[in-house]
C-alpha cells in the first residue's frame, strides 16, 4: 500500500506570493489532517478534513485554508506569505482521527522557504 | 500555543543504553501516541497507550500513562545508532485535532 505523498518536496516563495500544497493520502483514508511545522513552534495543527468536510481548524489566520477533493486528495493553500511562514508542512491521513485510537499517517512533508 | 511539554529536549546516550523521555500535558489526556520522526521527514507511529491503560510493552519501547498526572513516559531499552530521532507524544484535543508534544531529540553513538 502506498504512503502518503506530499507535492512538492521543496517549495522556494518570495513574499506576497501565494502557494498550494498538494497530500495524497493513503488509499481508503479520508482523514486528512496538515500540520506546520518550525523549530520554535514545534508541530501545530492546522486544519481536519473528513469526506470533503473541515472539523476542525488551528489557530491560524485566514491566510491559511484548505480543501479536500471526492478521492480524499487534499491541499493547502498559503497566500499573502510572509516570512514567518517558512516551515516544513506536514500532511497525515487517518482510517478516521475522531477517537485518538486511529494512528496518524504522515507525509514526508514540504519545505517551503519564503524569502 | 497548545502544545505538550517534553523533556529533555535533548539526550546524548551510548548505544545498549536504555532511554527515557517523558511528556506531560496541561489538558487532560486519553488516548496518548508517541511518533518517532527521523530528520527533515515526517513523523512514524510507534505506540498507542489506551487511557485505561497504564503501561503497555512494544518490542523494545515501554510506555507508561498517568491520567492524573497528565502525563506519559516513553521508554527505549538496548538502544542502537539506529533509534537517533526526534520523538513526540500526542493526544487529542477536541475533537479532531492532535496537540504534539515539543520533543525531545535522542542521539546514540555508536
Known amino acids: 500500500k502506498a504512503g502518503v505523498t506530499q507535492t512538492p518536496r521543496y517549495l522556494i516563495k518570495t513574499r506576497g506570493q501565494q502557494v498550494t500544497l498538494s497530500c495524497s493520502p493513503i488509499s481508503g483514508h479520508r482523514s486528512v489532517s496538515w500540520y506546520q511545522q518550525t523549530p520554535g513552534q514545534g508541530l501545530q495543527f492546522l486544519f481536519e478534513y473528513f469526506s470533503e468536510t473541515q472539523r476542525n481548524k488551528g489557530n491560524f489566520p485566514g491566510r491559511f485554508s484548505g480543501r479536500q477533493f471526492s478521492n480524499s486528495r487534499s491541499e493547502m493553500n498559503v497566500s499573502t506569505l510572509e516570512l514567518g511562514d517558512s516551515a516544513l508542512y506536514l500532511c497525515?491521513?487517518?482510517?478516521?482521527?475522531?477517537?485518538?485510537?486511529?494512528?496518524?499517517?504522515f507525509g514526508n512533508g514540504t519545505r517551503l522557504t519564503v524569502t | 500555543s497548545q502544545q505538550g511539554e517534553e523533556d529533555p529536549q535533548a539526550l546524548s546516550i551510548q548505544e545498549g543504553e536504555n532511554a527515557t523521555m517523558n511528556c506531560s500535558y496541561k489538558t487532560s489526556i486519553n488516548n496518548l501516541q508517541w511518533y518517532r520522526q527521523n530528520s527533515g521527514r515526517g513523523l512514524v507511529h510507534l505506540i498507542l497507550?489506551?487511557?485505561?491503560?497504564r503501561e503497555k510493552h512494544s518490542g523494545r519501547l515501554r510506555v507508561t500513562l498517568d491520567t492524573s498526572k497528565k502525563s506519559s513516559s516513553l521508554l527505549i531499552t538496548a538502544s542502537r545508532a539506529a533509534d537517533t530521532a526526534s520523538y513526540f507524544c500526542?493526544?487529542?484535543?477536541?475533537?479532531?485535532?492532535?496537540?504534539f508534544g515539543t520533543g525531545t531529540r535522542l542521539k546514540v553513538l555508536a
Open positions: 500526542a493526544t487529542l484535543s477536541g475533537t479532531y485535532k492532535y496537540i
Open positions: 497525515a491521513s487517518s482510517s478516521h482521527a475522531g477517537q485518538g485510537v486511529s494512528p496518524l499517517h
Open positions: 497507550i489506551r487511557s485505561n491503560e
